[in-house]
DNA sequence: TCAAAATATGAATCTATTTTCATTTTTTAC
DNA sequence: GTAAAAAATGAAAATAGATTCATATTTTGA
């Protein structure tokens, strides 16, 4: 018997599983799940294709888990703002301005996520994204219809009009291209949508620093 | 010399196209484009998988000219109600509860029209077929805000919103599963959704068939 | 009936990737 | 230094499906 593995390898192990993640990452980042190809992700992360098997069963465990911790991080985010013990409303304010902000800052990795055209593997990932937006949308709907500043409503389907509305607003085909100026407006619009569709009109605008800090 | 294609032949040339198109249509309306292989449309067809060649350069050909058939009977139909000579509510009302309504009496048709993952091929097509439906939506808009029925704003943002909006409540995984009965309940939401989101509040409730008879 | 032209056929080929695996290299313990 | 085990390699194989094309069949006009 000679070998077992040290500390010191398993450190590598570690760290070459970081760096195809990483180069995967990169890449979606810059092309779309489009470009992660096995051949191209282990190149840029300084190892051989076949390698990358020993560290992934296949391309499509290799994306689903570039996915979910893109997506997570995310999810996380929005979760944390809809779980904060403030009114309803204001809570509505916050995701809303959150969701959209991050993807218009970093629309390439938001058009992969929730647009770009994927095979099964990945629509299965982007379903379990978009029904978790739908379900932090419905929760805030309920406790807004709890709070009396919504009249009642299916928040179910509401939820799933608002999850499918933000993103087709923000990025793909029908998204308008905006500069930063823009993007302002953009994100006015699409608040001022949402509250409409709950059927709240006279609610003043707030910036979301303004919220962030009242909640 | 010895042949010339004549008019019976010509008819069954055209026959053939046909045959074909109807074939890959049937299989998309029961398992969506991803059933539609040459070697199963060729099949249903009655036709070998070289014939399918014949009649079209290649499968995405095929495929796109099946989606614009089927997408450009309901692009006309919603264009014609855009087009009517009456008040733009009256017509939003009416495009809302056409598009929903037909989109659930054929949700598996619906569905690889809009939500089924597909190539980067039809990824196109549902572009235009979205695109189109954004457009109806935005020209309604601008004509309610011209009659002063809805107060100004960027109609294409918003028409990009609904646009993403109902399919998502309609097909596809974050839609709810609903029967005949449930259906007119997810659609009177979608619709009090959408006028809502225009800050439409006070409408009264008409039935499709209601404002079918008024315009 | 015949030959020329058009049309149909489907097994074989092509294509673009992912995935494998026999071989090489590295690591470890003695 | 050596041998056993692990890890890495990358060229070759597998895959799944679209596409081709040499051959067979059908159609036509004489």
């Given at each position: 018997m000679a070998y077992r593995q040290t500390e010191h390898v398993a450190q590598r192990l570690e760290e070459n599983?970081?760096?195809?993640?990483?180069?995967?990452?990169e890449l979606v980042a810059e092309g779309g799940f489009a470009k992660a190809q096995i051949t191209a992700v282990a190149k840029r992360a300084g190892l051989a294709t076949g390698t990358l098997y020993r560290y992934?069963?296949?391309?499509?465990?290799?994306?689903?888990?570039?996915?979910?911790?893109?997506?997570?991080r995310e999810m996380n985010i929005l979760a944390g703002i809809a779980a904060a013990d403030h009114p309803?409303?204001?809570?509505?304010?916050?995701?809303?301005?959150?969701?959209?902000?991050?993807?218009?800052k970093s629309r390439r990795l938001a058009y992969a996520l929730l647009a770009e055209p994927v095979d099964v593997a990945l629509a299965e990932e982007r379903t379990r994204f978009r029904k978790t937006h739908a379900a932090i949308f419905a929760r805030i709907i309920d406790d807004a219809i709890a709070e009396g500043s919504v009249s009642p409503r299916d928040s179910k389907l509401v939820a799933a009009c608002i999850a499918g509305a933000i993103p087709t607003a923000l990025v793909g085909p029908l998204a308008p291209e905006t500069d930063a100026q823009g993007s302002d407006?953009?994100?006015?619009?699409?608040?001022?949508?949402?509250?409409?569709?709950?059927?709240?009109?006279?609610?003043?605008?707030?910036?979301?620093?303004q919220l962030e800090s009242r909640l």
């Open positions: 599983r970081r760096r195809i993640l990483k180069a995967a990452r992934f069963p296949s391309k499509d465990d290799l994306c689903r888990q570039v996915f979910r911790e893109v997506s997570s309803a409303l204001d809570r509505f304010d916050l995701v809303l301005r959150t969701f959209s902000g991050r993807a218009l407006d953009v994100l006015n619009s699409i608040v001022q949508f949402c509250f409409g569709a709950l059927g709240v009109t006279a609610r003043q605008t707030a910036t979301k620093t």
